[in-house]
């Protein structure tokens, strides 16, 4: 079962429950191994990612099981152990252990994350960061050693707002000794679930949300039961894919406080928007209007992760789009599998694309090489002509629990098999 097929053309009508966000549990996973006693977790999205993290917990000692819905999670006899390489080299996400084995174990032991392929995805954030807490770092048959006698807070200004080295950051300062000042931090929801996580068991953590988080370590972290938020990249998936079929929907529990960019760009577009506390109805145009330029940027800017979604659906959007990529140096995959669906792009550089719209994509064999890609491509068939057959779905389920079930939902007719 790793590919899905879709007959594209039916416009989209329908309601969907937006899942929980991928990347608010994995680092939030991560942080239980901080907490003594037990945590329950709720919307913990059944994704590979999430499975992979909660193993990889599991091979540390950690309990965990799923309970009526909820995540139970139990650190109690968590032991130092070496990250698999395994699931360690199939995500990037492993990445989040470090701050949190080095706040429990003062050590860790990781072989390099993996990840996607959208880049060479370094790290040199994360370490320049966590070196100044006092951790010493070496390389050995290609896994990377931490460990720290002991963990002391410290001023770190970090020299590009890197989501994981943030979220590393605040997992090793909530446990380090003395105060930690991380400026230059993300600010992106994700990192702003995991403070309120680690709030909600008693970590003292200031400046949420903005580029200076103020943490005072040595808190005692008890367990808490905590809802993972709605995940505003599958909202945005779904939100753009209806700009390829035309119809319109409701995304119930889309966090459309995080989305301010991803709702403005869809009214620019020429989508309504109806936005309240349940969710977002979205009544899509004929064919999507005019869009000369999109920049990705880091929060509150349009995110990295819908940047391929919406380079397919302007295939067939009117004039011509430029997209530019700020944030990875290497996420235009999806580009050979749309132009076999007859998309007219043209790539620019290294960071952007020039597309100019058609009036129909036309069905063929595709094939899914990372997770946003994979979901973009799904969104190009949905719109086009005839039939796709999409292999590498294993891709798409790191992120997405079942987009076909999900875009089912809202009439499109797509299967996995
Ligand atoms: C997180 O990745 C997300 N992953 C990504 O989502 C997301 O695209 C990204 O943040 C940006 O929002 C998870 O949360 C699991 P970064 P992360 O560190 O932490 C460079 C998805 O599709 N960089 O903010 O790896 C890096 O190479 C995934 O769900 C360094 O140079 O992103 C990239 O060019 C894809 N040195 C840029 O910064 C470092 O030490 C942004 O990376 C760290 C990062």
Redesign the pocket.
């Known amino acids: 079962m790793d590919s899905i097929r879709v007959q594209g053309g039916t416009p989209l009508q329908g309601i969907v429950k937006i899942q929980g966000s991928?990347?608010a549990a994995?680092?939030i996973l991560a942080a239980c191994l901080l907490t003594n006693g037990q945590t329950y977790l709720e919307n913990v999205p059944k994704i590979s990612?999430a499975y992979g993290m909660i193993h990889m917990l599991e091979e540390l000692g950690c309990l965990v099981r799923w309970e009526r819905g909820l995540l139970k999670v139990d650190s109690g006899e968590a032991r130092l152990g070496v990250v698999s390489a395994k699931l360690a080299a199939s995500?990037?996400?492993s990445?989040?252990l470090l701050g949190a084995l080095l706040g429990r174990f003062r050590k860790a032991v990781l072989d390099y994350p993996g990840?996607?392929v959208?880049?060479?995805?370094?790290?040199?954030?994360?370490?320049?960061a966590l070196g100044k807490m006092g951790v010493r770092f070496q390389e050995k048959e290609g896994r990377l050693e931490a460990s720290a006698d002991e963990l002391r807070g410290a001023d770190v200004e970090l020299g590009?707002?890197?989501?994981?080295?943030?979220?590393n950051l605040i997992l090793a300062a909530v446990a380090a000794k003395g105060r930690t000042t991380v400026k230059g931090a993300?600010r992106?929801p994700?990192v702003q679930a995991l403070c309120e996580f680690l709030k909600s068991c008693g970590a003292f953590i200031q400046g949420t949300g903005t580029n200076e988080i103020k943490i005072e370590g040595g808190k005692p972290l008890s367990g808490a039961r905590f809802r993972i938020p709605a995940d505003r990249?599958v909202a945005g998936t779904y939100l753009f894919t209806g700009f390829a079929t035309g119809g319109n929907v409701f995304l119930e529990d889309a966090p459309v406080s995080h989305m301010e960019a991803v709702c403005h760009l869809a009214e620019r577009m020429g989508a309504s928007l109806v936005a309240d506390q349940e969710g977002v109805y979205v009544q899509y145009p004929e064919r999507a209007g005019e869009l000369p330029f999109l920049r990705t940027d880091?929060?509150p800017g349009f995110?990295?992760?819908l940047q391929s979604i919406v380079l397919a659906v302007r295939c067939t959007g009117t004039g011509t789009t430029l997209i530019r990529e700020t944030?990875?140096?290497d996420r235009f995959h999806v580009v050979d599998g749309l132009r076999n669906m007859g998309a007219q792009i043209r790539i620019v550089d290294g960071r952007s694309v020039l597309v100019n719209g058609v009036e129909r994509l036309r069905g063929t064999r595709a094939e899914a090489m990372?997770?946003?890609g994979g979901a973009a491509l799904v969104a190009a068939a949905a719109g086009a002509s005839g039939e796709t057959i999409l292999s590498g779905k294993q891709f798409i389920d790191?992120?997405y629990e079942n987009i076909c079930r999900d875009l089912r939902e809202l009439g499109a007719r797509i299967v996995s098999e």
Do not use: Q
């Open positions: 991928k990347n994995l680092p990612d995500m990037r996400s990445i989040f990840g996607c959208i880049g060479k995805r370094p790290i040199d954030l994360h370490l320049k590009f707002p890197s989501v994981g080295a943030t979220e993300a992106e994700e990249i880091v929060y995110p990295t992760d944030i990875f140096e990372e997770l946003r790191r992120g």
